[in-house]
Structure formats: C-alpha cells, structure tokens
T-cell receptor
Framework: DAGVIQSPRHEVTEMGQEVTLRCKPI?????LFWYRQTMMRGLELLIY????????DSGMPEDRFSAKMPNASFSTLKIQPSEPRDSAVYFC???????????FGNGTRLTVT | DQQVKQNSPSLSVQEGRISILNCDYT??????FLWYKKYPAEGPTFLIS?????DKNEDGRFTVFLNKSAKHLSLHIVPSQPGDSAVYFC???????????FGDGTTLTVKP
C-alpha cells in the first residue's frame, strides 16, 4: 500500500498567485482530512470529508481557502489568492472513520513570498 | 485557549532507559486519545491510542496511561531505542478520532 500521497512536496509562489495542493488517500478509507502545521498554531484541522462530502470546514481560515473531493481517490486544497501568512506545511490524512487513527501524507511545504 | 498541552518541548534519555512523555488536556468531553510520532520531512504516524473508558493500553514497548480525574495522559517507551528519536504528538478527540486536537509536540532524543 502506497499510503497517502501528496503533491507537490514543495511549492514556492508569489503573493496573489493561486495554489493548488493535491492528495490521494489510501484506497478504501472513507474519511479525508486536511491539516496545516505552523510554528504559531501547531497542527490544526482545516476541513474533513466523509464519503467525499465535506462535513466540517470550520477550520478553514478564510474564503480564500477551498477544498474539494470529486471522488474517493482525489482531493484538492486551493488557496486563491495566496498570502505570505499562508506559508506552512499542509498535511492530508485519511482514515477508515470514527475511532480509526489518521494516516498522514508527507505534506506539502508551501512558501508564499 | 490550548485544549491539549505538551509542556515539555524536548526530552533526552539514554538508550535502554524509560522515556516518559506527558500530555495534559482541559476539555472533559474528550473521549479518545492518540499518540503520533513524526520524523523530519515526513507526516505523523500513529503509535498508540486509548479510550476514555480505559486507564492503560499497551503495545509492545509502548504504554499509554490515562488519568481522567487529572486530565493527564502519558506515553511510556521501554526500553528506549535511538530509532525512537522523533517528535511525539498527543492528540485528543470527541467522537471522530480524525477530528483531533493536537498538542505542540515533544522532541525525544535517545542517546546511544
């Protein structure tokens, strides 16, 4: 099993540009989560999906952030327009649901200059 | 208001000895607790969990203890090995384990 796959591993962009982060969850997992890690706020949940449906997006910081899950094997997190304060490591994780632990990808390190 | 706190940013132990990592929480509604381990440039990986109805859970060298009255949990690693050197995150959830609140992590260094 390849695990959760995220791309790109690193992204450097200029302020104002659109950024799209991608995630392929583990096959058979029905829940998908986007987390963000920063020095100031640690690991924080942005949004999660269950069976491809967004369940809780209360952690999404602003309307500049949006996430989609068009099918069970793919999700995107988009930031438009990006700002320097969005610089962070973004993790995607999947799970079998409820009391199952998270399986994290290796993250995308985003730098907005 | 930080609901999950790991007050020790770092811990250093000798190989073969016990490592004890601590975690405190404030939300009495948390009913499931997890520990994750993270190596540099990788995502966190699940280590061990415990339900609020238990006070201890063991898995090989790893044991998690839960003290609900004190709102405190700890992870014991015995014996510690150099490969255990990593950042350890405590996480707590209400219902859905994936919707977890994480602590800031403790960096464990195991010296050979």
């Amino acid at each position: 099993d390849a695990g959760v796959i995220q791309s790109p591993r690193h992204e450097v962009t200029e302020m104002g540009q659109e950024v799209t982060l991608r995630c392929k969850p583990i096959s058979g997992h029905n829940s998908l989560f986007w987390y963000r890690q920063t020095m100031m706020r640690g690991l924080e949940l942005l949004i999660y999906f269950n069976n491809n449906v967004p369940i809780d997006d209360s952690g999404m910081p602003e309307d500049r952030f949006s996430a989609k899950m068009p099918n069970a094997s793919f999700s995107t997190l988009k930031i438009q327009p990006s700002e320097p304060r969005d610089s962070a490591v973004y993790f995607c994780a999947s799970s079998l649901g409820w009391k199952s632990p998270l399986h994290f990808g290796n993250g995308t390190r985003l730098t907005v200059t | 208001d930080q609901q999950v706190k790991q007050n020790s940013p770092s811990l250093s132990v000798q190989e073969g000895r016990i490592s004890i990592l601590n975690c405190d929480y404030t939300n009495s509604m948390f009913d499931y607790f997890l520990w994750y381990k993270k190596y540099p440039a990788e995502g966190p990986t699940f280590l061990i969990s415990i339900s609020s109805i238990k006070d201890k859970n063991e898995d090989g060298r790893f044991t998690v203890f839960l003290n609900k009255s004190a709102k405190h949990l700890s992870l014991h690693i015995v014996p510690s090995q150099p490969g255990d050197s990593a950042v350890y995150f405590c996480a707590a959830s209400v219902g859905n384990a994936g919707k977890s609140t994480f602590g800031d992590g403790t960096t464990l260094t195991v010296k050979p």
